[in-house]
Structures are given as structure tokens and as C-alpha cells.
């Protein structure tokens, strides 16, 4: 693998931004933002842009929680189909969020220890 092979990664660019989800770039990380209701009407706009986030070599992904409003099981599972590839792919995908709800959705379904929340995307707490 050469050392453009990160940058070749990106070069298809993610899916257009919806108003369940965007990504972004920010350094070695791309951060895919979820926002207001992630359900089963809503779960495969976010699994469409973490599809294309867990598709190239070693992806280091931050799914950003922060502006969700509810997220039920149906994100648990594209959450964990997606961590699945990055891990087959050689990589990670990390989960961030602030609210105490996410922390209790994750330990009542016994994904806390799979999905630790990080406080935020700035370089603090991922390596």
C-alpha cells in the first residue's frame, strides 16, 4: 500500500450530506455527524455514509452523536455493522457523545464496553 492510499481513500468522496447525516475531514479522521432522529426510517441515511466511511484500507471513523434527538436500535445496528467493517478493514470506528441517554442506551444493550463515548473530536482521548 503506498502512503497515498489514505488519500486515494477519500478521493470518491462521501455520499451527499442528508438531514440525518454528513461527513467530514478532519486530519487522519473521518467524522461522520448524525443528527435528530435515527430510526428505522432514518438508520440507512446514516448507514449510507458510514458504508462509504468503513470502505477503504485502516479507517479511523468518529460517528458524532452529540446532535442526535433519539437513536434506537435500528442505529445500534448500523453502528455495529459498521464497526465490524472498519475492524475488517484493519481500522476503528469510535463513537461521540455528551448525553447521559447514549451512555444509558449503550450499558442497557451491553455495547458500552464496544462503543466507549468519546466527549468530543477534537485530538483528546482517541489514541
Given at each position: 500500500m503506498t502512503p497515498d492510499a489514505d488519500a486515494d481513500d477519500r478521493a470518491g468522496g462521501p455520499p451527499a450530506a442528508n438531514p440525518h447525516a454528513r461527513t467530514r475531514f478532519e486530519g487522519?479522521?473521518?467524522?461522520?455527524?448524525?443528527?435528530?432522529?435515527?430510526?428505522?426510517?432514518?438508520?440507512?441515511?446514516?448507514?449510507e455514509h458510514l458504508?462509504?466511511?468503513?470502505?477503504?484500507?485502516?479507517?479511523?471513523?468518529l460517528v458524532d452523536l452529540r446532535h442526535v434527538e433519539f437513536f434506537d436500535c435500528s442505529g445500534l445496528r448500523v453502528l455495529c455493522r459498521a464497526?465490524?467493517?472498519a475492524r475488517e478493514h484493519g481500522g476503528r470506528l469510535r463513537v461521540v457523545a455528551d448525553q447521559p441517554r447514549i451512555r444509558r442506551l449503550l450499558a442497557g444493550t451491553g455495547l458500552l464496553r464496544r462503543f466507549p463515548p468519546l466527549p468530543g473530536t477534537s485530538g483528546e482521548g482517541r489514541r
Amino acid at each position: 500500500m503506498t502512503p497515498d492510499a489514505d488519500a486515494d481513500d477519500r478521493a470518491g468522496g462521501p455520499p451527499a450530506a442528508n438531514p440525518h447525516a454528513r461527513t467530514r475531514f478532519e486530519g487522519r479522521f473521518t467524522v461522520v455527524e448524525a443528527a435528530g432522529e435515527i430510526d428505522l426510517a432514518t438508520a440507512g441515511a446514516l448507514g449510507e455514509h458510514l458504508d462509504a466511511a468503513t470502505a477503504g484500507a485502516r479507517p479511523d471513523v468518529l460517528v458524532d452523536l452529540r446532535h442526535v434527538e433519539f437513536f434506537d436500535c435500528s442505529g445500534l445496528r448500523v453502528l455495529c455493522r459498521a464497526e465490524a467493517r472498519a475492524r475488517e478493514h484493519g481500522g476503528r470506528l469510535r463513537v461521540v457523545a455528551d448525553q447521559p441517554r447514549i451512555r444509558r442506551l449503550l450499558a442497557g444493550t451491553g455495547l458500552l464496553r464496544r462503543f466507549p463515548p468519546l466527549p468530543g473530536t477534537s485530538g483528546e482521548g482517541r489514541r
